[in-house]
């Protein structure tokens, strides 16, 4: 890490409520954190790093990645349509029998069940 | 392939730098301005991004390590944000400095190390790891604040909510404006003044409690 000290644009004020003397004391906490916690020559590391993310992206993992956000909002607006006709489709069925259906059961086209329909065995029928 | 990578971008704006017909810049120097860097950059230029990583990496450094505070992770982090940079320099669009754009990814980056850290402690309660220290050599006083009173502030800024800890960070420690820091951050002026009074008043609450309590009296 380099060893040149940052210069602040301005001295510590009271204007905060916070004593000058303990925004100082944070600022040379943070500039003592960061000497100790950086390696060095950190522009080196980055340059590596960057290169090594770029050929990743070169690779094809990151273009998998678009490629499905890209697909995400088509596949769920036509997944939509697909639902919105469907339930369209089960109400207006239902709407044409004499079964007396719930809205939702309309929609979900679900088969009207009754007490003697539970009882009956008779599996073929359903 | 070319379709797919014009819907995968559909926010980018017209007037993107990518965008820009002036691409004619193809060397660099140290006098180069902001613009020239980013679009030789675009332009595959690796000694053009480099000069922005030596330009910014002391901003983004000490916003990651007030943040974090000191650790292993700072390293990482702060290659985390500039890889972003590079990957997305053709979404920024010059409206605000590149600085407040570097800046804004290291504070969003911060805050993911922050709760990726608190997944990890949740995850492993039984780790029974020692906090980071640094060397003993780098710590040495170097006439600075004591190890006790750097400590203490420390545990004050950590427990700050999140929100209040980056416009503490950057508006008391970093020095940036508070019309900058609401830039930053992307939130009302109001929102910063709010933030800054409440982390204020719970730092100096923090601190008052300490057995460094002279620190709020100010004798670094």
């Known amino acids: ?126 | 392939m070319s379709v797919a990578t014009t819907i995968a971008y559909p926010l980018t704006y017209p007037l993107s730098f990518a965008d820009r017909e002036v691409r004619t810049v193809s060397r660099v120097d140290a006098t180069s301005t902001e613009e020239q860097l980013i679009i030789a950059t675009l332009d595959g230029n690796e000694d053009a991004f480099r000069r922005i990583v030596e330009r910014y990496i002391d901003e983004v450094s000490r916003t990651v390590t007030g943040m974090l505070g000191a650790g292993p992770e700072i390293d990482d982090v702060v290659q985390e944000v500039f890889i972003k940079l590079h990957r997305s320099l053709h979404t920024f669009r010059g409206e605000a400095s590149l600085k407040t754009f570097v800046v804004r990814m290291a504070i969003n980056k911060s805050l993911d190390a922050l709760r990726k850290r608190k997944r990890m402690r949740w995850l492993q309660p039984w780790s029974n790891e020692d906090p980071w220290e640094p060397p003993a050599d780098d710590r040495s006083d170097r006439g600075l604040t004591s190890k006790e009173e750097m400590a203490a502030l420390r545990h004050a800024v950590d427990k700050l909510p999140e929100s209040q800890r980056a416009v503490v960070v950057l508006r008391l420690i970093e020095d940036y404006s508070t019309e900058e820091t609401a830039r930053i951050l992307g939130v009302p002026y109001g929102t910063v003044l709010s933030r800054l009074k409440r982390g204020v008043e719970k730092l100096k609450k923090d601190i008052g409690n300490t057995p460094d309590a002279h620190l709020s009296g100010g004798d670094s």
Not at chain 1, 10 to 20: F, R, V
Request: hydrophobic share 40%.
């Open chain 1, 1 to 126: 890490m380099k060893k040149h000290k940052h210069t602040y644009s301005s001295q510590p004020s009271e204007e905060h409520g916070l004593s000058a003397d303990v925004v100082q004391s944070l600022r040379k906490m943070v500039d003592a954190e960061r000497q100790s916690s950086m390696m060095s020559m950190p522009e080196e590391r980055v340059m590596r790093a960057v290169r090594a993310a770029s050929r990743r992206h070169v690779d094809g993992t990151e273009v998998i990645e678009r490629e499905l956000i890209s697909w995400f909002r088509p596949v769920v607006v036509a997944g939509l349509v697909v639902i919105m006709a469907l339930a369209f489709y089960n109400f207006d069925l239902a709407r044409n029998n004499d079964h007396h259906q719930t809205a939702t059961e309309m929609v979900l086209g679900l088969h009207p069940v009754t007490v003697a329909s539970a009882y009956d065995l008779n599996f073929d029928s359903h």
